[in-house]
């Protein structure tokens, strides 16, 4: 039996983690945040990927047979290279072979659903944008949709801060939206592709049009996730259920604890992971 790794630069993949205990409650999860190192957003992609693959193979160490990278920048920069490159290898000698999935690909297979005029803009980390992820994977789904894209590289850095409802986080806030509005106004669609950002979710509803929907990921990759599991049986029924989360950082985790649980909703108590090689 094994558990649902949940791995992330820090914070930001406990809003996610959140929606999969609400939409998953009976199965098994293992969270890591790689405190450490972050934030991953302005790093190269072969860093990115180094940093993920490394959380991700302790996560396998930690009976994880399934690892949900719920991290946008990682995502976009390692998610490939890993499932076509490293796994293959990685399982070549496993009699049940690893499984790693993302948070980008099930949120762009739903956009063009939810927006009218076929304009949606996307707010996120610098990493995330460059990728251009977003722009390619979407073009898959919905070629007709037109994305619009901003970094918002202070976002994190405000959050992690605990700056969130001032004066000064609504100015920049306003900031990086007025600009992203300000390539097409017809824009009815906004994703936070980045997990951090339903923190600051009263302020961009100031600044976000009314007609304007915001999606946050948390409850799209769950619900995607509920629907891999149902297209895969054998693999559901090899995951553990006894409704438990454990928590791990790599930074020092009593300093994790007390912002961890603004970001989970719920009190946080995490165990140091060492996952530096």
């Known amino acids: 039996m094994s558990k649902i790794g949940v791995c992330d630069s820090g914070y930001g993949g406990l809003t996610i983690l959140k929606e999969l205990k609400v939409a998953l409650p009976q199965f098994d999860f293992v969270y890591l945040g ?14 990115v990927h180094e940093y993920t693959w490394q ?13 949900i990278l719920a991290c946008n920048t ?3 920069k390692a998610l490939r290279v890993i499932q076509q490159v490293d796994l293959p290898k ?25 927006t009218q005029t076929g304009k949606v803009g996307i707010v996120g980390t610098l990493g995330t944008v460059k990728s251009e992820s977003y722009v390619i994977e979407i073009e898959k789904f919905f070629p007709q949709v037109q994305v619009f894209q901003e970094a918002c590289p202070i976002w994190v850095h ?3 801060n605990e700056l969130m409802g001032l004066e000064g986080t609504d100015f920049f806030v306003k900031y990086h939206l007025d600009r992203l509005f300000h390539q097409n106004s017809d824009i009815d669609t906004l994703i936070l592709a980045c997990t951090h950002y339903p923190l600051l979710l009263s302020s ?15 409850e799209i990759v769950a619900s995607s996730l509920v629907h891999y599991l149902d297209r895969h049986v054998d693999f559901s029924e090899g995951l553990s259920k006894n409704s438990s989360v ?12 007390s912002l961890a649980s603004v970001f989970y909703g719920e009190s946080v108590f995490a165990k140091h992971a060492e996952i530096l090689e």
Do not use: H, M
């Open 34 to 47: 790689d405190n450490a190192r972050a934030p991953y957003g302005d790093r190269s992609f072969d860093v």
């Open 55 to 67: 959380c991700v193979k302790w996560l396998f160490e930690k009976d994880c047979d399934l690892v």
């Open 246 to 257: 454990e928590f791990f950082t790599s930074e020092i985790y009593k300093d994790f604890n």
């Open 158 to 160: 405000l959050i992690e």
């Open 74 to 76: 990682a995502s976009a």
């Open 204 to 218: 961009i509803q100031k600044v976000v049009p009314k007609n304007a929907r915001i999606i946050a990921q948390g």
């Open 90 to 114: 990685y399982n070549a000698t496993l009699k049940y072979p690893k499984r790693v999935l993302g948070v980008i690909r099930p949120t762009t297979e739903v956009v063009g659903n939810l």
